[in-house]
Structures are given as structure tokens and as C-alpha cells.
């Protein structure tokens, strides 16, 4: 069964940093292209960044650009989004998800299909 957890939310300050976690299972997590992805209270699914098999290629939307940072340990199963200079509308669950057919990649931002399988979700507040 392919399980996504993450881990790693929090609330945190304006202008702070956290770093996110996801461990899967289940599927040979170093063949698939992974994408964190997160929704905002009451607003629809925004992709944020993601990482092909091997982690030589990353890609994120522009708005994480130069602030979040992804990355991911093929020996442990994980990957990881490092968010720091956090702003109020930020704030949103963060999913971690995979692709769904393996040894796929994109310099763009990927097609729905790409980031559909996800985990529950881990929740970053940013309040002041």
C-alpha cells in the first residue's frame, strides 16, 4: 500500500523558517518524480515545487522561488521542503505527493496527474 507522511508543520512567525518532511512507502520511492503541493483555508489546490526521481532537477512555482527549497534522500524514503522568509498567506496544508507513473519529469510546472496520489497533509500557520 503506498502511504505519504509528512511531518513538520507548525506555526511560526512572519518572516520565519520551517522544514518539512515526507517519508513514503510502499512504492520504490526513488523512481518517481514528487511534488510538495498545499491548500490554502477555504482555496483550491496550489502546486508549490517538485523534484524528479533522482533529485538533480527541481522546479517551483513562482511564488516559492528563491524562499522554499525542495530536496529529497532516496536512501531514506524522504523528501523535504525547506520554507523560510514565511508570509502570512502561506499559510495552508502541505501535501506530499507522487507521480503517478514512474521515471517521469518536468522543468515546469507538472499536469494534474503528477501530484494526485497525496498524503494527509501537514499544517503550516503563519500568524503574528
Known amino acids: 500500500e503506498v502511504q505519504l507522511v509528512e511531518s513538520g508543520g507548525g506555526s511560526v512567525q512572519p518572516g520565519g523558517s520551517l522544514t518539512l518532511s515526507c517519508t513514503g512507502s510502499?512504492?520504490?520511492?526513488?523512481?518517481?518524480?514528487m511534488s510538495w503541493v498545499r491548500q490554502a483555508p477555504g482555496k483550491g489546490l496550489e502546486w508549490v515545487a517538485g523534484?524528479?526521481?533522482?533529485?538533480?532537477?527541481?522546479y517551483s512555482a513562482n511564488f516559492a522561488n528563491s524562499r522554499f527549497t525542495i530536496s529529497r534522500d532516496n536512501a531514506k524514503n524522504t523528501m523535504y521542503l525547506q520554507l523560510s522568509s514565511l508570509q502570512t498567506d502561506d499559510t495552508a496544508t502541505y501535501y506530499c505527493?507522487?507521480?503517478?507513473?514512474?521515471?517521469?519529469?518536468?522543468?515546469?510546472?507538472?499536469?494534474?496527474?503528477?501530484?494526485?496520489?497525496r498524503g494527509q497533509g501537514t499544517l503550516v500557520t503563519v500568524s503574528s
Open positions: 510502499g512504492f520504490v520511492f526513488s523512481n518517481y518524480y
Open positions: 505527493a507522487k507521480d503517478i507513473q514512474q521515471k517521469r519529469w518536468w522543468t515546469g510546472i507538472p499536469p494534474p496527474d503528477a501530484y494526485s496520489r
Open positions: 523534484i524528479n526521481a533522482r533529485g538533480a532537477l527541481t
